[in-house]
Nanobody, 125 residues
């Protein structure tokens, strides 16, 4: 599967952005989808994930502000980001991993085989 992330941009603190991750292939619905981010000089970190069955998990610091969702008909996953903070600034990556018959949650980059190219999010205070 190939992933194309989009939707990043430069915003003010408190603003909102929605990131999209468009996938190729015919079995998007069977993939767990994850969102990660990497700030300058930092390791890539987990942000949110939505399983093939719709289960969601979030990094503690984004819970209540970010919402991960998916539209299987459009083969697209979304990350709605509200009340953005300067510390949310990073390159955001989407990732996919075959999820059929997997009932855990994937919060580590090593748990995903497929990655999008990243989209930059800049938040000014």
């Amino acid at each position: 599967v190939q992933l194309q992330a989009s939707g990043g941009g430069q915003v003010q603190a408190g603003d909102s952005l929605t990131l999209s991750c468009r996938a190729s292939g015919r079995t998007f619905s069977n993939y767990d989808m994850g969102w990660f981010r990497q700030g300058p000089g930092k390791e890539r970190e987990f942000v949110a994930t939505i399983s093939s069955t719709g289960r969601t998990y979030y990094k503690d610091t984004v819970m209540g502000r970010f919402t991960v969702s998916r539209d299987n008909g459009k083969k697209t996953a979304y990350l709605q980001m509200n009340s953005l903070k300067p510390e949310d600034a990073a390159i955001y990556y989407c990732a996919a991993q075959w999820g059929l018959h997997y009932y855990g949650d994937r919060r580590e980059p090593r748990q995903y085989d497929y990655w999008g190219q990243g989209t930059q999010v800049t938040v000014s205070s």
